[in-house]
Structures are given as structure tokens and as C-alpha cells.
């Protein structure tokens, strides 16, 4: 379905405009600091304005960096999917559905969030710089896109402890997409390797025990 064909969303916003000049810390710590009681993805999909795909990856992968309760994961990663998956099949907008957008997470909760990210971010901004990039195409866009889907499936997915390692990877794979590292993309895409390995592991290992059991 067309985003331009539904109502009540959040709006498409370009994907590859021209860089914001407040970083991206400064931004989240803004947004914990001014929000109301609750702030909907709608509101952060608003605030990242002219972001590329790869801040809105690092953002959406926020909430999977904390302790939450049980199946809040499933949820609050499917912005991630969404996200990934308009780059697989070569959106240049990112765009929410209406019930993603209007999902809110309470004040406390989003700065937890901004708190932990906040200084691995500010040292990865003096960090990361464009170097070495190697996706320049759109068929390279759309290998990537599939990459970060398959991560972010994996986060949503009722792994014990299984969410954490891909969600870190996504996000160092959002930094890496928007500020065209490819170094950090390097790291981005080994940390995704070993959080695949280790879901598979625990995957198979569950399966055994439940067939052993029945």
C-alpha cells in the first residue's frame, strides 16, 4: 500500500535531504527532556524531519537497549521492520503506519533510553565520519535494507535474551548508514553476524530441549 494513500499517518519524509545541523545526541536528549507525559513515535518520526534511513534505524532500536517487560520488544520493534523494509523494496521516504505512529512510550521510559544510547553516541559522533563507503547504488541500498530487516526481525522474535545483540547492531548499522562510514558499517555488520549466530544457537538449542520434553 501507497503511504500516500493513507490517512491519519505520519508523513513521508525524505530520506537522504540535507544534514540536519543539530546532531543527532543533542536531538534525542531534547526530545526526553521536552516531552509530555508520553511521546508517540509519530513525534520522534516528526522530530528526526530530514533524517536519513539510518537515523531512524539507531532511533527505533532504542527501545530494545533496555530491560523491558515481557513481549514490549515485539512491539516496539516493529518500527524497525517497517523501516528496513522500505529500503529493501527502495522507498526514498521514510513512512509509519497509523497504529506504529500513534504507539507512545511514557516520559521515563523514552529517557531511560536517550540515557543509555546518549554517550555511545556522542563518542561515535567524533568518531564516524564519511570514509570507505561501499553501498553507492540502489541494489547495494536494498542488500543493506535486507540485512537490517533480517536483524530486525530477529529483535522481535520471544528469543530469551535475544534482543539486545541485533538491536545493537542496527544501530551501530544506522550510524554507519547515515553518516556513509564504512568502517563503522564493518562493525555494524559483524556485531549482526555474531547476534544471528547466537539467535540461531538459541534457537535450535530451545527446539531440541522441546522435542526432547515431548
Partial sequence: MSPHSVTSSVPSVAAGGAKHPEKLSELLERLARDAGERITMREIATALDDRSFGAFLLVFSLPNLIPLPPGATMVLGLPM????????????????PRKVAEYALDKA?????VARVSPWLRSA???????N????????????GLYALLLAITCVLPIPFGNWLPAFAVAVLGVAHTERDGNCLAIGL?????????????????GALVAQLF
Fill in 81 to 96: 521492520i517497517f523501516v528496513a523494509w522500505q529500503m529493501v523494496i527502495g522507498y526514498d521516504k521514510v513512512w509509519l
Fill in 109 to 113: 521510559t523514552f529517557q531511560r533510553m
Fill in 125 to 131: 559522533e567524533n568518531w564516524v565520519r564519511p570514509r
Fill in 133 to 144: 563507503w561501499p553501498l553507492d547504488g540502489a541494489m547495494r541500498e536494498r542488500l543493506f
Fill in 190 to 206: 559483524i556485531a549482526g553476524i555474531v547476534s544471528l549466530t547466537v539467535a540461531a544457537l538459541v534457537l535450535t538449542a530451545t
